[in-house]
């Protein structure tokens, strides 16, 4: 597939991935740089990053068997979902438990509010929960629109004016912990701190020169249309190999350092809204409209306009998403406290007994408990 280069989108690297993202093994070059730099080459991100990700509109279902970690509550399953709250014509599924100052939890690229299963519960019994679905993931609608980072931004920000009413404190994972800065920073009397597990997002490059070439009748003509039908055939047939329950379960288990978290449950939260229709059209759209354009969206930019205490919970273990990253944006945000875990990208599941002890003893110190 050596073609591919000139046939799909190409841009600098991202890191708005899922657990699931960066393992696929088409040969692509790549550019390998030290642990947290996360930067992959242009053809190396759109297959690296394109099957796993699709995780999230995959289908099929398990019955969801498996015990709950020991020692630790966790949210029951339910195959129908929970809340929903409509949200620009568009249906929106959100968890809430408990009482009190107001928590919201944002997951990860293909993941859902199912993700936060072992911390729901714990922090419910001291503040009110609050766990969103964002649009195109999860028991939220698979719309089939532009998707963009801001969509997700505006969609937490009213979600905030309009089921939460009050401030409270964001806390994401991956694309959720971007989401919930790009969130504070736009609304800071709605957000009282930003709690980032393992974010998505990347700093901007100064040097970098940016281009606007002209499209020519030509390529308009000939190259695009040419280029659409190469992209749909090949996303998908990696949607298609993506969306295998035993496939989801061995990538899962290539970034839980600790993999016996890995169970039903987690693997039925990412198949089973592959039922919707629109789910292929959402991930062909997410994987060359959204993850191909993220340039302009940097954590510098975003950073800059922050202005409410932030803490990173870090698994320092995380393949693609190292401390190095953690270290770098404290020293731009001084209101920042870190506290590195030995886990991987998805430390709130993995080690969550630890996490939420960790981010219990930071809320303390902002957000009066019930």
């Given amino acids: 597939m050596s073609f591919s280069c000139s046939l799909l989108p190409s841009t600098r690297p991202t890191e708005f991935l899922s657990p699931a993202a960066h393992r696929f093994i088409v040969p692509t070059s790549s550019v390998h740089e030290p642990r947290g730099k996360c930067q992959l080459g242009r053809r190396g991100f759109t297959f690296k990053g394109i099957v796993a990700s699709g995780v999230t509109v995959a289908g099929g279902g398990s019955s969801v068997m498996t015990e709950p970690a020991k020692g630790v509550d966790r949210l029951p399953f339910k195959p129908e979902g929970y809340n929903f709250w409509t949200w620009r014509g568009h249906k929106i599924h959100y968890v809430v438990q408990g009482e009190g ?153 290539s970034v839980y350092i600790n993999p016996s978290n890995v169970d039903d449950y987690l693997v039925e939260s990412i198949t089973r809204p592959a039922a919707d229709p629109n789910a292929g059209e959402v991930y062909y759209r997410l994987m060359t409209r959204f993850m191909m354009n993220q340039t302009r969206y940097t954590l510098d930019s975003v950073l800059s306009k922050l202005s409410c205490p932030l803490l990173l919970l ?49 809320l303390s110190t902002i957000a009066p408990e019930a």
């Avoid at 980072?149 to 994401?172: H, N, S, T």
């Fill in 101 to 253: 100052f107001p928590i919201v939890l944002i997951h990860g690229f293909g993941a859902s509010a199912f993700h936060w299963r072992y911390n729901i519960p714990e922090l419910a019994k001291r503040y009110k929960v609050y766990a969103i679905d964002l649009l195109g993931f999860g028991w939220s609608e698979k719309a089939i629109i532009e998707y963009d980072a801001m969509i997700w931004k505006d969609q937490v920000l009213d979600f905030l004016k309009e089921i939460v009413r009050e401030p409270a404190v964001l806390v994401g994972n991956s694309l959720g912990g971007f989401t919930a800065l790009v969130s504070a920073a736009a609304l800071p009397e709605q957000v009282a701190g930003v709690v980032l597990l393992n974010s998505a997002g990347q700093f901007g490059d100064p040097n970098a020169k940016v281009s606007d070439p002209k499209e020519t009748v030509l390529q308009k003509v000939i190259v695009k249309p040419l280029k659409e039908i190469f992209q749909r055939i090949v996303l998908g047939f990696l949607f298609w190999q993506a969306k295998q329950p035993a496939r989801i379960e061995s990538v899962l288990k």
């Fill in 314 to 362: 870090w698994g320092d273990l995380d393949p693609w998403v190292g401390p190095a990253k953690a270290a770098r944006i404290k020293e731009f945000y001084p209101n920042t406290s870190v506290v590195n875990l030995q886990a991987g990208h998805c430390p709130h599941d993995e080690i969550p007994e630890q996490v939420n002890r960790a981010l219990l003893d930071w």
